[in-house]
T-cell receptor
Framework: KQEVTQIPAALSVPEGENLVLNCSFT??????LQWFRQDPGKGLTSLLL?????REQTSGRLNASLDKSSGRSTLYIAASQPGDSATYLC??????????FGQGTILTVHP | GAGVSQSPSNKVTEKGKDVELRCDPI?????LYWYRQSLGQGLEFLIY????????KSGLPSDRFSAERTGGSVSTLTIQRTQQEDSAVYLC???????????FGEGSWLTVV
């Protein structure tokens, strides 16, 4: 059974810092991995999708890496801003339909 | 539409009543997913539709839960004889194909009293 763990559970940083969120998964037989953010009371917003054959993806200040063999992914956020405050979720797809989610990292960026 | 649309956004129902939750996926998306997020809990997979294939119902928690997708587009999640433990946010998502980026709606907040 696939299990996804995110570390840390919560993170508070001052504005401008670069930060790394970690995601690990137990079964390396994945199709892809996707990072989301969730604002309070809202749905999930897709940030980045990394296919199993890829090593990283970048979008603006975000960079996600994937090491499938070791079961790890990191989300790097450069020059953090208060607007980045949200819960960040990683999810792995081990079959066509099912995403297995981590519990999320609650990020607070204070001015 | 521009995104995944869900209705109602909020629903309060009495224990024992049936509820229907609706999802309009992004136009042209062949894959549709339902997830549930309970207070303080992670996201739980419920059901997945892909084109005309038989749906993957492996995540439905009991036979009180069912879902259908008509014409390969709109989907309805039905919960019969609701219980208090059914209170959660029900999130619908869609993707162009099975392995593509998944886009979520804003969710339907269900409270069973």
């Amino acid at each position: 059974k696939q299990e996804v763990t995110q570390i840390p559970a919560a993170l508070s940083v001052p504005e401008g810092e670069n930060l790394v969120l970690n995601c690990s998964f137990t079964d390396s037989a994945i199709y892809n991995l996707q990072w989301f953010r969730q604002d309070p009371g809202k749905g999930l917003t897709s940030l980045l999708l990394i296919q199993s054959s890829q090593r990283e993806q970048t979008s603006g200040r975000l960079n996600a890496s994937l090491d499938k063999s070791s079961g790890r992914s990191t989300l790097y956020i450069a020059a953090s801003q208060p607007g980045d405050s949200a819960t960040y979720l990683c999810a792995v797809r081990t079959s066509y339909g099912k995403l297995t989610f981590g519990q999320g990292t609650i990020l607070t960026v204070h001015p | 539409g521009a995104g995944v649309s869900q209705s109602p956004s909020n629903k309060v129902t009495e224990k024992g009543k049936d509820v229907e939750l609706r999802c309009d996926p992004i136009s042209g998306h062949t894959a549709l997913y339902w997830y549930r997020q309970s207070l303080g809990q992670g996201l739980e997979f419920l059901i997945y539709f892909q084109g005309n294939s038989a749906p993957d119902k492996s995540g439905l928690p009991s036979d009180r839960f069912s879902a259908e997708r008509t014409g390969g587009s709109v989907s309805t999640l039905t919960i019969q004889r609701t219980q208090q433990e059914d209170s959660a946010v029900y999130l619908c998502a869609s993707s162009l194909e099975a392995e593509d980026t998944i886009y979520f709606g804003e969710g339907s907040w269900l409270t069973v009293v």
